[in-house]
């Protein structure tokens, strides 16, 4: 009944199947550590920035390059705020409670001690970065040589939530805070990084700081999430398939076996002596003629013979 099985087809079949299932059981397992890796870096970042907080603040030059482990730390520096480059970074929003406020972060470029800028994001202000009566509310910079304190940041580039990347802001806005942003707005070397203070001016509200890029439970772990499931149900669809075919063939290897089936490829109906069905179907007709009408059959055979 299970010759079938050992035909080229099924020979087929059955390699697809023990290379597909094992195939797709690993995909799923290895999208799903990739997912509980983010999970477990995004919950180290968390304690990361807890302790942070917390931390006493380290000089700037030791926490470069920013990476996943300096990223939210606290960074300090000494200089002096350039106020002919104030900069308003607009469309940001700000957790208010339960909910969110668009508002813009007031950034000032701080002139260090060893010659580059570093960029300072002084605070946030609700309303418009282009409307006057919300701008006149930014305090002034302080004057004269400060040492400044926050939580240092990477730059942003066109992935990170509120970035403008595609231009047509107002003089004395930036759309994105990094150094390749402002190379052609100031003329002096801008550290590749930027720190949010932790203790603002009034009315400015502090910034806090975002996840390191790749640490947090972004769209990426969702997505990895979603291959695990996607790969699990790929396998059960050829297990389902195999079983599918393997039921219908089952079935018709019994019918056969039964008499019947629907027959072979060549017409030849099961017990018709070899057959075919056209040739079963007219002789079958004209002997069952015969035997129902004789003597219509012999009238037939004398017109012959006088003909």
């Known amino acids: 009944m299970y010759r079938f099985l050992l035909t080229p087809r099924w020979w087929g079949i059955n390699v697809f199947a023990v290379l597909a299932i094992p195939f797709c059981i690993f995909m799923g397992s290895w999208q799903l550590s990739r997912f509980e890796d983010r999970v477990d870096t995004h919950h180290q970042q968390e304690d990361r920035s807890a302790r942070a907080r917390t931390a006493a603040a380290r000089p700037l030059e030791q926490l470069l390059p920013v990476d996943k482990v300096t990223s939210g730390r606290q960074a300090s520096a000494r200089g002096r705020y350039d106020t002919g480059h104030q900069l308003l970074v607009p469309a940001r929003t700000l957790k208010d409670g339960g909910s969110e406020r668009q508002g813009f972060y007031v950034l000032t470029l701080l002139r260090t001690d060893g010659g580059k800028a570093l960029p300072v994001v002084r605070g946030w202000l609700p309303g418009d970065a282009g409307a006057k009566a919300d701008t006149a509310k930014v305090p002034a910079p302080p004057k004269g040589e400060v040492t400044v304190t926050g939580a240092l940041q990477a730059s942003e580039n ?122 079963v179907g007219s002789g079958d007709g004209a002997e069952s003629l015969q035997e129902r009408d004789p003597a219509q059959g012999n009238g037939e055979a004398a017109q012959a013979a006088k003909a």
Request: a negative charge; hydrophobic letters at 45%.
């Open 158 to 279: 066109q992935g990170t939530d509120g970035v403008q990347a595609g231009g047509g802001l107002a003089p004395g806005q930036l759309g994105m805070i990094s150094a390749a942003s402002l190379v052609n707005i100031v003329p002096y070397e801008v550290y590749d990084a930027w720190i949010t203070l932790t203790d603002t001016q009034a009315p400015l509200r502090a910034v806090p700081p975002a996840a390191a890029e790749g640490s947090g439970l972004d769209l990426k772990a969702f997505q990895n999430l979603g291959y695990t499931g996607e790969w699990f149900v790929f396998a059960g669809f050829v297990v389902f398939m195999w079983f599918r075919l393997f039921r219908r063939d089952t079935e018709v290897a019994k019918d056969v076996a039964l008499g019947i089936g629907v027959g072979d490829e060549d017409g030849v109906a099961p017990g018709s002596g070899g057959r075919s069905r056209d040739a």
